[in-house]
């Protein structure tokens, strides 16, 4: 990483944003919580630390191949 924004990266958090900013299931609906944006980012955070907790060599092993192949972006 050279420091530089990166676009892939950007859409992907936007992505993210966007679906929790956007979701409801039986436990819990957006609409009804009435989110601050600064609520939503700490949502958002917290998804991504518990992500951090999920990183598994296996995974990152498949994802690294996929790109090396192409089968992504």
Request: proline share 3%; charged share 25%.
């Amino acid at each position: 990483m050279n420091g530089e924004p990166s676009r892939i990266l950007d859409a992907a958090l936007c992505d993210l944003i966007a679906q929790v900013a956007h979701f409801s299931d039986p436990w819990f609906d957006v609409q009804e919580m009435h989110l601050s944006e600064w609520k939503l980012e700490y949502l958002v955070c917290q998804i991504l630390r518990f992500c951090r907790q999920l990183i598994d060599g296996r995974y990152l092993a498949r994802w690294l191949l996929e790109c090396r192949e192409g089968a992504v972006f």
